[in-house]
C-alpha cells in the first residue's frame, strides 16, 4: 500500500521536505494551484519518503509531531466549521433586518439572529485559538524532530532524488 500520510520531499517548494498529512490532496492541489509548467516537476520531485527508511520513525519527536499534524488538522477543520456556520448566520441576520426595515414585522427575528451571531462568534475565536495553540504545538514538535534528525534527511535526499535541481531554496532554480 502506498504511504499517504508522513514525510515527503518537495511537498512544498521552498523547502526540502515536510510533513504531508494527505497525498493525494496535495497532488490535487498541485494541480489547481501550480502554473502548467511548474506541475510537472512538481508532481516529479514530490515524494512521499518510504516509512522504513524515514530517520528517528521511532523517536517520541516523531510521535510527537506526528500528533501534532494531527491536531492541526482537525483544529483547522473546526475552525472552517464554525466560519461557514458565521457567515451562514450573519446572511440570515442581515436578511432579517432588511425584512425589517421594509415589513417592520421581522424585529424580533433580527434580534434573535443577531444573539446567535454573538453565539456562533465565540464558537469561531475559540476554535480558533485552538487551532492557533495547534499550529504552535506543531511548530515546536518540528523543530524538536527537525533538531535531532534534520541532517539525516538531507543526506536521505541525495540518495533518494537523484538529479534533483534542489538548490537549498527551490526546485525552481532560474
Ligand atoms: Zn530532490
Redesign the pocket.
Known amino acids: 500500500m502506498k504511504i499517504k500520510s508522513g514525510l515527503a520531499?518537495?511537498c512544498y517548494d521552498g523547502k526540502?521536505y515536510e510533513f504531508v498529512y494527505n497525498y493525494d490532496e496535495r497532488v490535487e492541489w498541485i494541480k489547481i494551484s501550480k502554473r502548467q509548467e511548474e506541475q510537472e516537476l512538481s508532481l516529479r520531485?514530490l515524494k512521499m519518503i518510504p516509512l522504513k527508511l524515514v530517520p528517528g520513525r521511532e523517536d517520541k519527536e516523531y510521535q510527537t509531531l506526528i500528533n501534532a499534524s494531527e491536531i492541526v488538522r482537525k483544529t483547522g477543520k473546526a475552525c472552517a466549521k464554525a466560519w461557514e456556520r458565521y457567515k451562514e448566520v450573519w446572511k440570515s441576520c442581515s436578511e432579517s433586518w432588511v425584512i425589517y426595515g421594509e415589513a417592520g414585522k421581522a424585529l424580533d427575528e433580527a434580534r434573535k439572529v443577531s444573539k446567535k451571531i454573538v453565539k456562533v462568534g465565540e464558537v469561531c475565536g475559540k476554535t480558533r485559538e485552538a487551532r492557533n495553540k495547534a499550529w504552535g504545538n506543531y511548530g515546536r514538535a518540528w523543530e524538536a524532530y527537525n533538531n535531532k534528525w534534520g541532517t539525516k534527511i538531507v543526506s536521505l535526499?541525495e540518495e533518494l532524488?537523484p538529479n534533483?535541481?534542489?538548490n537549498g531554496q527551490t526546485?525552481f532554480p532560474s
Open positions: 520531499f518537495h526540502l520531485l535526499h532524488c534533483c535541481p534542489w526546485i
